[in-house]
């Protein structure tokens, strides 16, 4: 192993919602790496015809997550009443905060074919001041975010 890498963590697999996660944080041996506190790969997998995610609604708090997709979309929608598709390249920043409640779906109209999901879900550990700020939601396209070569 590399002097550089202080712990070499292996992800567990977790079904979520008739898909699997792969979670790396919390593990055993690191709760969290700086702020993050879970760190989940979505796939990548396929759904089949009538398929799709159903992560049912469900709260957080104290906390804000982060998506990101490399293919595939997501349909966020939120108790501030925010109904968001992510697709690839977008940033999907979510503040619980004292509370919010979400759910991530494949969209009903994608339920039609065949379809691939794949990406990364991180948990961020809000500062102790930040943890009861009001709930929030922004969504960046991929379109607006700037691009390195």
Not at 18 to 37: C, K, T
Not at 57 to 77: C, D, M, N, S, W
């Amino acid at each position: 192993m590399d002097d550089a890498v202080a712990l070499r963590i292996l992800p567990r697999a977790h079904d979520l919602g008739g898909f699997e996660v792969r979670r790396a944080l919390p593990s055993a041996e690191r709760q969290m790496v700086g702020p993050f506190i879970f760190f989940d790969q979505m796939g990548p997998g396929e759904f089949l015809t009538g398929r799709g995610l159903d992560v049912r609604p469900h709260p957080h708090i104290g906390l804000a997550t982060v998506t990101y997709l490399f293919e595939g979309q997501i349909l966020h929608r939120d108790s501030l009443g925010s109904a968001q598709p992510i697709e690839p390249g977008d940033v999907n920043w979510m503040t619980a905060g004292r509370g919010i409640t979400h759910s991530e779906r494949t969209d009903p109209a994608l339920r039609g074919h065949a379809n691939r999901l794949f990406g990364i879900q991180s948990w961020v550990a809000l500062p102790a001041a930040a943890e009861e700020c009001a709930p929030g939601f922004a969504h960046h396209a991929a379109a607006t975010l700037p691009v390195l070569d």
